[in-house]
């Protein structure tokens, strides 16, 4: 049933954006490669100057017995591209969902007002929501190939239960947390079709 519905969509998607030779980009951004986070990008020119990229992210395994970094993340953004699309400068911006399962990470960091030593002894589990914008510049590498820098800074929702350690299902709490601050940080190894 599913499957119905989404051929039509994807079709109708196309349609709108009038593939042709670089007008879809595929991407990986390497700063979650290196946190053996699984991620892939889809950009699509959508006008001249307008394109609208789509994200995901996935590290669905535990670090070890007792330490959890699992999350999945959905970013979709519209860029705006002050020269031609996939070229120099653009603005961008985002939506952010996904959820998260992190805790026995031992750190000493505290950044804008969140402490991160919490999740020591801690475990945290639930969604956020959020949006953002953000700047970024890509470079030329060859005919096909382009190096993406991207930052951003935007608003985070999230609500989660808290767990006394990090492999025990003992719930001590639950909690909100309204984050402003970095919201993306990407550097994209861009492939253009």
């Not at 889809?42 to 994200?55: C, Q, R």
């Not at 669905?60 to 031609?84: G, M």
Request: positive net charge; aromatic residues 16%.
């Amino acid at each position: 049933m599913k499957l119905k519905f989404f051929i039509p969509l994807l079709l109708g998607l196309m349609c709108f954006t009038n593939v042709k030779a670089q007008d879809v980009a595929i991407k990986t951004n390497l700063l979650y490669d290196a946190t053996a986070t699984v991620n892939v990008g889809v950009e699509f020119g959508l006008a001249p100057k307008w394109t609208l990229d789509i994200s995901g992210n996935l590290n669905a395994w535990n670090i070890n017995e007792n330490t959890k970094w699992r999350h999945y993340l959905v970013q979709p953004e519209a860029r705006y591209w002050f020269c031609d699309r996939f070229t120099r400068h653009f603005l961008g911006f985002h939506a952010i969902g996904g959820q998260f399962n992190i805790g026995g990470i031992r750190n000493n960091i505290s950044f804008l007002g969140t402490d991160f030593k919490q999740l020591t002894d801690k475990r945290y589990q639930g969604y956020g929501v959020g949006v953002g914008v953000a700047y970024g510049y890509a470079f030329i590498l060859g005919k096909r190939w382009n190096l993406e820098l991207e930052l951003g800074v935007g608003y985070i929702y999230q609500n989660f239960d808290i767990f006394n350690c990090s492999g025990c299902g003992r719930k001590v709490g639950h909690d909100q947390n309204h984050y402003f601050g970095p919201t993306k940080a990407a550097i994209n190894l861009v492939y253009l079709f």
